[in-house]
């Protein structure tokens, strides 16, 4: 008996679990990383997604930075990648971190905190700069 109401526990944890909505799937971002991405590539002279001889793509590589193009939550991992494609490229590191909400200034100041000891470039981008593009394609 004990065992047929572990497994009905079970289940109805199982089917609990498995009706609730994924919030994360609904934590959308205002734009794509990839549009960031481009418009700022593309305005800093720099080559979109460079392909490297391992396959890993450096998102922009301009004539001085290896940059890495990340949402704020993932600064860390930016740090890291923007290191690596400078160490290949032998261009200076860049971070280049989206901000598109006040709550992502927290990333922003861990990023400024490891770039005091660990040098890379620290550059930042907002939902703005993209909505002024857009303005601008839009004009006669």
Known sequence: ??????????????????ALPDHSAHSK????ES??????????GGRAEYVL??????DC???????????APKWAEA???ALYYASVTGRRPAVLLIIE???????????????TTTKFHIMTITPAYLRE???GSLAP
């Open 101 to 115: 909400s006040p709550t992502d200034a927290r990333y922003l100041l861990r990023l400024e905190r490891v770039s």
């Open 79 to 81: 740090i890291g990648q």
């Open 53 to 58: 001889p391992d396959r890993t793509r450096v």
């Open 29 to 32: 971002n205002l734009y794509k």
């Open 1 to 18: 008996m004990k065992r047929a109401s572990n497994i009905m526990l079970a289940f109805f944890f199982f089917a609990l679990v498995t």
């Open 133 to 135: 593009d857009l303005a």
């Open 35 to 44: 549009e960031y991405q481009r418009l700022w590539c593309s305005r800093a």
């Open 61 to 71: 590589l301009t004539d001085e930075y290896a940059v890495e193009v990340d949402f």
